[in-house]
């Protein structure tokens, strides 16, 4: 899995009936704590996350062993939103209250 933040949200008015009615976000990748640092990502959004908000995303063919994308054109999946990240001991990362 890779840590990303949630940038933005993508919209699209034509899609393949096979992953027509989810929610895709714009995501960037970032370091544990939580500053973006590289490629942007349309990402699947498969837990409630809102921009601002540090997620875990999973991409390739990992992105396509959940429910709703087995054997789907996905290749990026929002799996889990980070509420704290802890690095050799100390917290370096925590979410925003409200978030």
Do not use: P, W
């Amino acid at each position: 899995m890779i840590l990303a933040k949630v940038v933005g949200t993508v919209v699209a008015s034509q899609k393949n009936d096979g992953i027509a009615g989810g929610k895709y976000l714009l995501v960037r990748t970032c370091d544990t704590r939580g500053r973006e640092k590289g490629e942007y990502l349309v990402a699947l959004d498969l837990v409630g996350s809102g921009r601002g908000e540090v997620v875990l995303i999973s991409q390739g063919s990992s992105a396509r062993q959940t429910e709703f994308t087995y054997q789907k054109a996905i290749d990026c999946v929002i799996v889990g939103i980070v509420d704290r990240i802890e690095e050799n001991g100390q917290v370096v990362f925590r979410k925003e209250e409200g978030r």
